[in-house]
């Protein structure tokens, strides 16, 4: 007797395992593979319209766009026609035409740099890749300076460098100057441009043409005019 006792138990414990075995099986054979989400945006809207702000308080840059799609995975910001204004709280203003401008000081206001391209890749609080009419110009009427513009530009957040490696057409108030590795600090306003410039001088009382950009670019050129 009790040894059909055992071997009932040891055939009821192996039936057990092997439907445990087969149900593990079978789930397995049904499981879909997890997709691939990160190509997914996890917002997609127009009209955007963003605030960064510094430690103190003080507003550090603002942006807008006309469509933007965001990847929360990467961190990514994807624009289109994209307009950034910076807030520079620092110690100098561009200068004179060159390869390194000198600085100037400051007043309390801030001074603001304008950055317009009609595509952005913006990794948030690190990088931003600007793609195709990039234009940079400045806000406050004793720069010299009036636009830059380029194919092509990466914007530094952390260290609030713009570089290029494409070829740049800077634009002065008398003076218009052409190059290639190109930086632009706007911490201390200063600018850098490598190779083989060639510059157009123009009479101090004819200004240089610059090229044409989007509305927030006239609207800055028309107000320092208008000072």
Not at 7 to 12: D, K, L, P, T, V
Not at 37 to 42: A, D, K, V, W
Not at 114 to 132: F, S
Not at 159 to 182: A, H, K, P
């Amino acid at each position: 007797m009790p040894s059909v006792t055992i071997r009932a138990f040891i055939i009821g414990v192996t039936l057990i395992v092997a439907a445990l075995g087969l149900y593990y099986y079978t789930s397995t054979l049904n499981r879909q593979p997890e997709p691939d989400r990160s190509s997914i945006p996890t917002l997609i809207g127009d009209g955007f319209h963003g605030i960064q702000y510094r430690p103190d308080g003080k507003v550090a840059r603002k942006l807008s766009a006309q469509h933007v799609r965001y990847f929360d995975r990467q961190g990514l910001y994807e624009l289109r026609r994209a307009h950034l204004t910076h807030y520079d709280y620092g110690a100098g203003v561009t200068g004179a035409a060159g390869r390194s401008t000198p600085l100037k000081p400051l007043k309390a206001e801030p001074r603001l740099w304008y950055l317009d391209c009609d595509e952005a890749e913006i990794y948030a609080g690190k990088v931003a890749h600007l793609r195709h009419n990039v234009h940079l110009y400045p806000d406050f009427p004793d720069s010299t300076l009036r636009r830059v513009a380029t194919e092509k530009a990466d914007y530094d957040i952390r260290n609030e460098t713009i570089t290029s490696e494409q070829v740049v057409r800077i634009f002065g108030r008398n003076w218009i100057d052409l190059g290639s590795d190109f930086t632009a600090n706007l911490r201390t306003n200063q600018l850098t441009y490598k190779g083989k410039p060639n510059v157009t001088i123009y009479p101090r009382y004819q200004l240089a043409p610059a090229p044409e950009a989007g509305p927030g670019a006239r609207a800055a050129d028309e107000a320092t005019d208008a000072r």
